[in-house]
T-cell receptor
């Protein structure tokens, strides 16, 4: 499975935008880019996913580079409840795959009041 | 929405005993569920893929005889940790796959914290 690289940690001030980067230089044509986040002692929560085009939802925006070798999760206004570990995961929807998620180390986001 | 529950949320057991953890999809049917393990300060590690009505597929290095998985219905998968030892203490998380129109999304349970004394 294609791997992702994320910074171990980032900080943001409350109510400011946050840009969380993810590198996935070995991404294949059938890999979707997913973002999940995990609060302490909880299961991961879906944030957003995309394939080629930028995506927006109520939680965040996903900006995907034209060559798809990197992406950025954008939280438009960070709140204290956004403090979590954010995982960027590639999932292959090609034939003969099991749709498994293989989590990397993620980025621990600290939001400063 | 889609809700996945786990039971129990935490369990403490003696070394050598077996522990069963349930994973339920409450408002959708899931032919595929996944089991993960997470040690403190580490990421989630996929243990196995559970398919309804068939044997689970285990990831490399995961002992299938120690971690028994049963996916007997479209809403329930169970993980049994047999002859548990302190090194099996961990946070166990399941997820269930929901078939959407053009995408299969995974919904995660809240996790079960296992402590083996």
């Amino acid at each position: 499975d294609a791997k992702t690289t994320q910074p171990n940690s980032m900080e943001s001030n409350e109510e400011e935008p946050v840009h969380l980067p993810c590198n996935h230089s070995t991404i294949s044509g059938t890999d979707y880019i997913h973002w999940y986040r995990q609060l302490p002692s909880q299961g991961p929560e879906y944030v957003i996913h995309g394939l080629t085009s930028n995506v927006n939802n109520r939680m965040a925006s996903l900006a995907i580079a034209e060559d798809r070798k990197s992406s950025t999760l954008i939280l438009h206004r960070a709140t204290l409840r956004d403090a979590a570990v954010y995982y960027c995961i590639l999932r292959d929807f090609g034939a003969n795959t099991g749709n498994q998620f293989y989590f990397g180390t993620g980025t621990s986001l600290t939001v400063i009041p | 929405g889609a809700v996945v529950s786990q039971h129990p949320s935490w369990v403490i057991c003696k070394s050598g005993t077996s522990v069963k953890i349930e994973c339920r999809s409450l408002d959708f049917q899931a032919t595929t569920m996944f089991w993960y393990r997470q040690f403190p300060k580490q990421s989630l590690m996929l243990m196995a893929t559970s398919n309804e009505g068939s044997k689970a597929t285990y990831e490399q290095g995961v002992e299938k005889d120690k971690f028994l998985i049963n996916h007997a219905s479209l809403t329930l998968s169970t993980l049994t940790v047999t002859s548990a030892h302190p090194e099996d203490s961990s946070f166990y998380i399941c997820s269930a796959e929901k078939n959407l129109v053009s995408y299969n999304e995974q919904f995660f349970g809240p996790g079960t914290r296992l402590t083996v004394l």
